[in-house]
């Protein structure tokens, strides 16, 4: 059983950086996958980016490539989320996921474990 809980959220500006954190705690000896993913407002979830802990290649949704960059402190137990040049329709909910399942990451969206979310609210 793994549990997620993300920090970092908050009110910022246009082109405006943030970083979130997430704590990943419980069984993580075979985590295979972390991942993070968003529910804006009137939009359907989408996933946002995934690391996958084997070799460290991660993946970004188009909308968010170039700007976003997903690390991972494992002696920490930490995800982080590095989000640059945000704008307002980045706003939304914020939530960690993570995923046991052996191989290359699938889609963020069926990574089983997630977090409560973290707000993320850009606006001038």
């Known amino acids: 059983h793994v549990q997620l809980v993300e920090s970092g959220g908050g009110s910022v500006q246009p082109e405006s950086s943030l970083t979130l954190s997430c704590l990943v705690s419980g069984f993580t000896q075979d985590l295979n996958c972390l991942g993070w993913f968003r529910q804006r407002p009137g939009k359907e979830r989408e996933g946002v980016a995934s690391i996958w802990t084997y070799d460290g290649r991660t993946s970004f949704a188009d909308s968010v490539k170039g700007r976003f960059i997903i690390t991972r402190d494992k002696a920490k137990d930490l995800v982080y989320l590095q989000m640059n040049g945000l704008q307002p329709e980045d706003t939304g909910m914020y939530y960690c996921?993570?995923?046991?399942?052996?191989?290359?990451?699938?889609?963020?969206?069926?990574?089983?474990?997630r977090g409560q979310g973290t707000q993320v609210t850009v606006s001038s």
């Open positions: 996921a993570a995923d046991q399942l052996y191989g290359t990451c699938r889609d963020v969206l069926d990574f089983p474990a």
